[in-house]
């Protein structure tokens, strides 16, 4: 037990509550751009739900992009690029939604500082989320290694980015904290 300075009762230290980010869409939110889910129901999935631990973000709606919407490419590098500006994030329509998925990245990244996340746990392959690969750019269904504008800024930012097919290694971070 830890006394709490000028407390007349003890108190036990209970050390902050290591938050994880999470794609709303794992969690079951229909949020994608075809109105769908990814739900992940896996058992740390579960588990950190009930510990309180999930913050869940939709980068993409976070942007300002409705449900459903147009599917979206990262044209002319992946997320790292499209936040340098030296890439465009272009839906199947031809709209250029560079900004929302901008603007979605940044408010992940508030997110994540502001509820004290120490990883993020993303949707593999999306154009925001992706932490290892993305679509090429050319709606042809060919996965090239890179980042997502999201998982790209909060990289940077020094959270750790995991997918949901990466959990195990994902908890094995979160106990490495302590």
Same mark, same amino acid.
């Given at each position: ?22 794609? @709303?869409?794992?969690?079951?939110? =229909?949020?994608? +751009? ?6 992940? &129901?896996?058992? $740390? ?6 510990? %309180? ?10 942007? !300002? ?6 599917? #979206?490419?990262?044209? %002319?590098? &992946?997320?790292?690029?499209? $936040?340098? !500006?030296? @890439? ?6 031809? *709209? ?9 990245? *940044? ?6 500082? *502001? ?8 949707? /593999? ?5 992706? =932490?290892?690969?993305? +679509?090429? !750019? ?12 999201? @998982?790209?800024?909060? @990289? /940077? ?5 995991? =997918? ?5 290694? #994902?908890?094995? +971070?979160?106990?490495?904290? %302590?």
């Amino acid at each position: 037990m830890t006394m709490v300075a000028g407390s007349s009762s003890d108190h036990t230290f209970r050390p902050p509550l290591r938050r994880i980010l999470v794609s @709303a869409c794992l969690m079951g939110e =229909n949020v994608r +751009y075809d109105g769908g889910n990814l739900f992940t &129901d896996h058992s $740390l999935i579960r588990q950190w739900r009930r510990e %309180g631990r999930l913050v869940s973000v939709c980068p993409e709606m976070a942007g !300002g992009l409705p449900v459903p919407r147009p599917a #979206a490419e990262t044209h %002319g590098g &992946d997320g790292r690029a499209v $936040l340098a !500006g030296q @890439a465009r994030v272009i839906a199947r329509d031809g *709209d250029d939604v560079t900004s929302a998925f901008v603007a979605g990245a *940044d408010t992940a990244l508030e997110t994540a500082r *502001d509820r004290r996340c120490v990883m993020a746990i993303m949707a /593999a392959r999306s154009p925001s989320c992706g =932490n290892r690969e993305i +679509y090429d !750019g050319r709606f042809s269904g060919r996965l090239v290694a890179g980042q997502g504008t999201a @998982a790209a800024r909060l @990289a /940077a930012a020094g959270i750790p980015v995991f =997918n949901q097919h990466e959990l195990e290694e #994902a908890a094995a +971070y979160l106990h490495s904290l %302590g």
